[in-house]
């Protein structure tokens, strides 16, 4: 069976850079609320409050905190692309993830993509910018999850 008959939105436009990086603008204020509001509580359970400059409670390792935020990061991602496709950033631009195999998005191609996007950021988004010279116009992360970033039409009904 051919891959446009089990999902046909494969075959949208791929969308540009510009609309991804927009949507992903959007999406990162919404997780730096998220992540604001998990510091917010680790404070208010690692702080001794009865004093006014209080002090830790016990110690807080970094590497907690860091695998906190991306734990956040990638729940937040998993749980809009799975549920139909889109961020609220990925929504406002119109764009949506698609599968290039059959069904919706998978948790191992979120995982993917959650994880092989981070390294597309930290190498100064050299990931994302080689959409530019792939001939099909997919970034490291869309090419490891086989999915793919698309133009919804103005017209499509949800």
Known sequence: M??????????YPTASIFKRLAAMLYD?????????????????????????????????????????????TFLFYTYFWRRNGQTLGMQAWRIKLVSEQPGPISILQ??????????????????????LWDKSEKTWHDRASMSKVVILPKDLKK
């Open 28 to 72: 990162f204020l919404l997780i730096l609320a998220l992540w604001l509001i998990f510091g917010i509580v680790m404070v208010a359970l690692f702080v001794d409050m009865p004093e006014v400059g209080g002090e830790f409670q016990k110690p807080f390792p970094p590497s907690i905190a860091a695998s906190s935020w991306f734990s956040i």
């Open 2 to 11: 051919p891959q446009n008959a089990v999902n046909p939105q494969v075959n």
């Open 110 to 131: 979120c995982m993917l993509r959650v994880g092989i996007g981070f390294f597309s950021v930290l190498s100064c988004g050299l990931g994302f910018l080689w959409m």
